[in-house]
């Protein structure tokens, strides 16, 4: 599920079953809240149980595990990071399966500061755990009332709307408005306060650049956001019988991350034939490609640009075995436990977790 997805689907969950969250859970969860530290600055916990923090607090003493939403106290846009970077963490939450729930007062926050680092203030909280039922959706405010009207507006306009209509906001104000500019950008102002209205409007950027697929955000009211250049890649989730199991092919990328291999469109290539291209250059392997199989992985790889890269599945079909070392560092096949707590990033697991799904379906 891609972080857009999990924008579909998410409710603010309330009741959570009583069993805690799982060693891989708890690890996915902490490689995409170290990314988000890294690339904000923030200093975001995941605890894990969660008891101290929730207790006295009614159905949320169920929840299994807590996001704090922290940063260094200096930082003037402190709770607008929290609110676009903790709902990015949100939404991976969702689409691992797991139930959250923003909130802004009801914990313990005497238990929540002792965590804490000198200099850091403690924004908001949020719940999280295995989901107990689903909760109703609520009723959308419309578009016409979140963003101002526009002529020929584009259409990832009306997308990164459609993406704010579904932000979680505390009491449901939503109290933001989007405009289109003549020169193509959208900016954003505040209609309303409270005490979460920045933590809110950075939720919304966030919501809004998904739904836009991708682009950048000024900070604080006013901000204003630019369209990103839009990229491709493909490559392939590789994999071999082993035993009662399988491995995977995993190359360590000369940036020292763990991922599959996978690389541009070149031309007016397929999907399908940039990933056997870049499987062959990457790992001197041919490969037999299975399109039943195709997972998307979104990302900004450097401001102003947004990637899309689509992973298929496939098996070794010739060739020799030889790293491209341009490109890759090492090469190694990896049992499926061994590879997932191995890939660098949460989103790349999410992709492995879909391959092993899938081929136990064939299976």
């Not at 970077?85 to 959250?100: K, R």
């Not at 403690?122 to 009207?149: H, N």
């Not at 994999?239 to 995993?250: C, H, I, K, S, V």
């Not at 096949?333 to 879909?354: C, I, Q």
């Amino acid at each position: 599920m891609t972080l857009l997805e999990a924008v579909s689907v998410r409710r603010s969950q309330r009741t959570y079953l009583p069993q805690p969250l799982e060693r891989a859970q708890l690890d996915q969860l902490g490689k995409a809240l170290a990314e988000c530290n890294r690339r904000a600055g923030l200093g975001v916990r995941l605890v894990c149980p969660a008891g101290s923090v929730f207790a006295g607090q009614g159905r949320l003493e169920s929840a299994r595990g807590c996001l704090l939403f922290a940063g260094p106290a200096e930082d003037p846009d402190l709770e607008e990071k929290c609110g676009y970077w903790g709902e990015e963490l949100i939404l991976t939450a969702v689409s691992m399966g797991l139930g959250t729930c923003w909130v802004g007062g009801t914990y313990d926050r005497g238990a929540c500061q002792a965590r804490l680092e000198p200099g850091e203030t403690l924004v908001c909280a949020a719940a999280l755990g295995i989901p107990e039922g689903s909760p109703a959706p609520r009723a959308l405010r419309p578009a016409g009332e979140l963003a101002l009207p526009a002529d020929c507006a584009p259409a990832w306009f009306g997308a990164g709307i459609a993406a704010v209509q579904r932000a979680p906001s505390a009491m449901n104000r939503q109290g933001y408005r989007f405009q289109l500019q003549a020169d193509g950008t959208v900016q954003v102002r505040l209609t309303g306060g409270g005490a979460f209205a920045m933590v809110d409007l950075g939720i919304a950027k966030r919501h809004f650049q998904l739904g836009a697929h991708g682009g950048t955000w000024t900070w604080g009211d006013g901000g204003v956001f630019r369209k990103a250049a839009e990229e491709k890649s493909c490559g392939a989730v590789i994999w071999r019988p082993a035993g009662d199991g399988r491995e995977y092919l995993l190359a360590r990328h000369n940036g020292g991350h763990w991922s599959f291999p996978k690389g541009h469109v070149e031309g007016r290539e397929t999907e399908q034939e940039t990933a056997a291209r870049e499987i062959r250059e990457e790992t001197g392997l041919t490969a037999d490609i299975d399109t039943g199989f195709r997972q998307v992985v979104t990302y900004s790889p450097a401001p102003g640009i947004v990637k899309d890269v689509v992973f298929f599945t496939a098996t070794p079909a010739g060739g020799t075995e030889r790293r491209q070392e341009e490109e890759i560092a090492q090469l190694g096949w990896f049992s499926f436990r061994e590879a997932r707590a191995l890939v660098t990033f949460a989103t790349d697991e999410e992709v492995l977790l879909a391959a092993e799904a899938y081929l136990n379906g064939k299976s």
